[in-house]
């Protein structure tokens, strides 16, 4: 599964630093010096070697107890765990009688408009009521890439809205997910954000990688030691003088990327409470304006990003599908009030 959050890192919805050894392996006295991705590839069935690279990166191998990279080279006697931040087998997906918003469907995928605060899948604290579980119970054909998210190709937050594709089967699983990791999928948010821009498009470049000082966040770094190179264009859709509705389109796929790099230049997602965004910034703190605020926030007490179009090539077919949503009821409601309060 390709997207913003890779498959080994740690889940949004995680609430202790808990990690869970999920393989064991006690290296051979005669084995050779190999790179330990090679080396678990041909140990563990069915994980393919990107698989281990990405839990490398994210911590997850260890080596007498400490993490390795990909690139380190297995010696006799070694202590190799393989970790998760779940434990083994910690929950059977069940599945749910929950309505999905179907936007396409045909016999290789479908288009699914996920509400706000539909978690994509089980993962802990969540392990029902998903968009995996909705999907099990509507849909007897989904691809097993992803034995534990059958049929995802990608995913977006909790409380992001918006498209995703599905696949129906493992070849239109790779088909779609190489798209997405070779990023010409086209994609487009929309994100209401606090500030005015100086200029109305603009490209925001940092390395995001997991906060140093908070495990449950990302974070951008100016210096290439920490995190992967991410790239975030934006134009302003509508100014608000206090807030701006912005239009984002991702050049990389990094977990949380808009919702960090917005925070790094000072535009946080409006009422993004891990990312700064349920404060008031920049702006007024009269009492009228922060009762105005606080308004909004009972509107849509979530943060505002929505996964407005999303285009891609037709596993069988070819041919490019493009698909546009409209944005959730309560963005329309937030929106026009914003318009009421300003056209004052």
Request: glycine residues 4%; aromatic residues 10%.
């Amino acid at each position: 599964m390709i997207d913003e959050e890779l498959d080994l890192e740690i889940s949004e919805n995680e609430e202790n630093n808990e990690l869970y050894e999920h393989h064991r392996i006690v290296v051979d006295k005669g084995q050779t010096l190999l790179r330990i991705d090679k080396f678990l590839a041909n140990r563990l069935n069915q994980v393919s070697r990107n698989r281990i690279q990405q839990a490398a990166e994210a911590n997850c191998i260890l080596v007498n107890e400490k993490p390795v990279k990909s690139n380190y080279k297995v010696k006799p006697n070694d202590v190799i765990s393989v970790v998760l931040p779940y434990p083994p087998n910690e929950y059977e997906l069940i599945a749910e009688n929950i309505p999905i918003d179907i936007v396409y469907e045909d016999e290789e995928l479908l288009v699914v408009n996920k509400p706000a605060g539909m978690v994509v899948h089980p993962a802990k604290g969540n392990y029902y009521g998903t968009l995996v579980n909705a999907l099990l119970y509507h849909f007897k054909e989904l691809s097993l890439s992803e034995t534990i998210r059958p049929g995802l190709v990608h995913r977006i937050d909790k409380d992001t809205s918006g498209l995703l594709v599905i696949a129906k089967n493992d070849y239109a699983h790779a088909f779609l997910a190489k798209q997405f990791f070779e990023k010409t999928t086209e994609r487009t948010y929309q994100a209401l954000v606090w500030g005015s821009f100086d200029k109305n498009q603009g490209t925001i470049i940092g390395n995001i990688g997991r906060s140093l000082k908070d495990r449950k966040k990302m974070a951008v770094f100016v210096d290439e030691k920490h995190g992967k190179h991410a790239v975030t264009h934006y134009k302003v859709l509508k100014d608000y003088s206090f807030m701006s509705l912005i239009e984002c389109k991702l050049e990389t796929g990094r977990t949380h990327q808009i919702r960090a790099h917005l925070e790094f230049i000072k535009h946080p997602l409006f009422n993004d409470s891990k990312y700064g965004g349920d404060k008031i910034i920049n702006f007024s703190n009269s009492p009228k304006f922060k009762q105005f605020i606080e308004n909004c926030y009972q509107i849509m007490p979530h943060f505002t990003l929505h996964a407005k179009s999303l285009g891609f090539l037709h596993p069988k077919t070819k041919k490019m599908l493009f698909f546009e949503s409209d944005l959730p009821h309560d963005f329309k409601i937030l929106l026009e009030k914003i318009d009421k309060y300003t056209s004052k």
